[in-house]
């Protein structure tokens, strides 16, 4: 089965750019979407189609997908960003709904 | 704007049968864009797909539970429903609804996501 591979934690510093990477064979050929959890919160969705954001989601979070790894990029990260991150793709060859691990993203 | 709202009992006993409905709002489930699904969280754990149905009833099942899961539409009380069969506490879960898009006419395409999603409801099995 599809596989999507997070690191399970990260940290960044107020005002600086966090990295959250998505690993998976071929990743590049699919496409993924990105969701936000703040504890106690469903899941919010803040990146879709690999690059886009819906709206009301700031400027700041943007994507990417390349190779085998997607990367959701917060610009100036802010204290409200702190949440748990988690990727998502869709595995054709099942077919079936992939999530990635999580990751944890603290900001200190 | 669109809601979704899960409800179902909060404990269930092992070997029973899980029953949850989701209740959309501000919005019909017999669009022709979306298919509907259920995700759901262990405590202190990570999300997983369980599976997502169209208004014409076609479904996608999460091959690891495909055994036990039976999901429906009522279109006419613009509702959808899980049914998860012979439940162990490794079942217990935070368990969500949510819009399936980038999945219509009956099939899902490469770009799929949720959104919106339910608050979540707290299913535990226990005796």
């Known amino acids: 089965s599809y596989e999507l591979t997070q690191p399970p934690s990260m940290s960044v510093s107020p005002g600086q750019t966090a990295v959250i990477t998505c690993s998976g064979d071929?990743?590049?050929?699919?496409?993924t979407c990105w969701y936000q959890q703040k504890p106690g919160q469903s899941p919010v969705l803040v990146i879709y189609?690999?690059?886009k954001r819906p709206s009301g989601i700031p400027e700041r979070f943007s994507g990417s997908n390349s190779g085998n790894t997607a990367t959701l990029t917060i610009s100036g990260t802010q204290a409200m960003d702190e949440a748990d991150y988690y990727c998502?793709?869709?595995?054709?060859?099942?077919?079936?709904?992939?999530f990635g691990g999580g990751t944890k993203l603290t900001v200190l | 704007q669109l809601q979704l709202q899960e409800s179902g009992p909060g404990l269930v006993k092992p070997s029973e049968t899980l029953s949850l409905t989701c209740t959309v709002s501000g919005g019909s489930i017999s669009s022709s864009s979306y298919f509907w699904g259920w995700i759901r969280q262990p405590p202190g754990k990570g999300l997983e797909w369980i599976g997502s149905?169209?208004?014409?009833?076609?479904?996608y099942y999460n091959p690891s539970l495909k055994s036990r899961i039976a999901i429906s539409v009522d279109t006419s009380k613009n509702q959808f429903s899980l049914k998860l069969s012979s439940v162990t506490a490794a079942d217990t879960a935070v368990y969500y609804c949510a819009r399936h898009s980038g999945c219509s006419g009956g099939s899902c395409s490469l770009y799929n996501w949720f959104d919106p999603w339910g608050q979540g409801t707290l299913v535990t099995v226990s005796s």
């Open positions: 189609q690999d690059t």
């Open positions: 071929k990743l590049g050929d699919k496409y």
């Open positions: 149905i169209y208004y014409s009833g076609s479904t």
């Open positions: 998502q793709a869709w595995d054709s060859s099942t077919p079936c709904v992939v």
